[in-house]
């Protein structure tokens, strides 16, 4: 398999009510079967999920976080982990100060998966074009440091690569193994769009065919509290 990963440059700043489906469609030089990638950060923007907070207070944000949070996993300092209502666990409930106004703090789409797939038909509706859309955020890891993209919303692209019952190269059963497909494909496109270069948008070319269909973060991706060993 050859993949293509490239970032979709000339799109405008976002602003509420813009319709991310037509400037990427003006934008991009989309291909059937392609999978958009696009940032949580200008989905927020788009759909308005912005509060206002002081510019001149670095901490400001700190009550809205408890706002969005439903669960305290821990607190450190100024830094607060914890489960939004979307079931993510992540440092200041996805409450982000970068890359919006000095006097604004972006939140996390209200239903990622719903503007994912608003997104996935309004591409498809103007250029008569199928492809997967993933709405992409940075989230850090336990027991690693740095931060990767992962996906919190997803349309057309299937979450988990159910790899059970299938051989690995030895001939032997795969047992458990279940690939988070959207999450490598979230942040193999995070590499061409960076954090500071104003690039909110990728493609993804080449991704097997077996790998698009229906899904959902929430109903797929998040383990249920059941099957968590670390609650």
Same mark, same amino acid.
């Given at each position: 398999?050859?993949?293509?990963?490239?970032?979709?440059?000339?799109?405008?700043?976002?602003?509420?009510?813009?319709?991310?489906?037509?400037?990427?469609?003006?934008?991009?030089?989309?291909?059937?079967?392609?999978?958009?990638?696009?940032?949580?950060?200008?989905?927020?923007?788009?759909?308005?999920?912005?509060?206002?907070?002081?510019?001149?207070?670095?901490?400001?944000?700190?009550?809205?976080?408890?706002?969005?949070?439903?669960?305290? /996993?821990?607190?450190?300092?100024? +830094? #607060?982990?914890?489960?939004?209502?979307?079931?993510? %666990?992540?440092?200041?409930? *996805? =409450? $982000?100060?970068?890359?919006?106004?000095?006097?604004?703090?972006?939140?996390?789409?209200?239903?990622?998966?719903?503007?994912?797939?608003?997104?996935?038909?309004?591409?498809?509706?103007?250029?008569?074009?199928?492809?997967?859309?993933?709405?992409?955020?940075?989230?850090?890891?336990?027991?690693?440091?740095?931060?990767?993209?992962?996906?919190?919303?997803?349309?057309?692209?299937?979450?988990?690569?159910?790899?059970?019952?299938?051989?690995?190269?030895?001939?032997?059963?795969?047992?458990?193994?279940?690939?988070?497909?959207?999450?490598? /494909?979230?942040?193999?496109?995070? +590499? #061409?769009?960076?954090?500071?270069?104003?690039?909110? %948008?990728?493609?993804?070319? *080449? =991704? $097997?065919?077996?790998?698009?269909?229906?899904?959902?973060?929430?109903?797929?991706?998040?383990?249920?509290?059941?099957?968590?060993?670390?609650?």
């Amino acid at each position: 398999m050859k993949l293509e990963i490239f970032g979709v440059e000339g799109l405008p700043e976002i602003t509420a009510g813009d319709d991310l489906a037509s400037l990427i469609s003006d934008a991009a030089n989309l291909a059937d079967g392609d999978v958009v990638v696009v940032t949580q950060k200008i989905v927020s923007k788009a759909e308005n999920a912005m509060v206002a907070v002081d510019p001149n207070d670095p901490l400001s944000h700190k009550p809205v976080v408890e706002q969005e949070s439903v669960r305290i /996993l821990r607190r450190r300092g100024d +830094l #607060v982990i914890s489960e939004t209502k979307h079931g993510f %666990v992540c440092a200041n409930a *996805g =409450v $982000d100060r970068s890359n919006v106004a000095a006097d604004a703090a972006a939140l996390l789409p209200d239903d990622p998966d719903r503007s994912a797939r608003r997104i996935r038909n309004g591409i498809r509706a103007r250029t008569g074009l199928d492809v997967g859309v993933v709405v992409s955020d940075t989230f850090g890891r336990p027991w690693r440091r740095g931060v990767a993209d992962v996906a919190i919303g997803v349309a057309g692209v299937r979450p988990i690569l159910d790899l059970r019952g299938t051989p690995d190269a030895s001939g032997r059963e795969l047992q458990v193994t279940e690939v988070a497909i959207v999450d490598e /494909l979230a942040a193999a496109a995070e +590499l #061409v769009m960076g954090k500071a270069e104003g690039v909110p %948008v990728a493609v993804i070319r *080449g =991704v $097997d065919r077996g790998w698009l269909g229906p899904g959902s973060i929430q109903a797929d991706l998040i383990r249920p509290p059941g099957e968590d060993l670390f609650r």
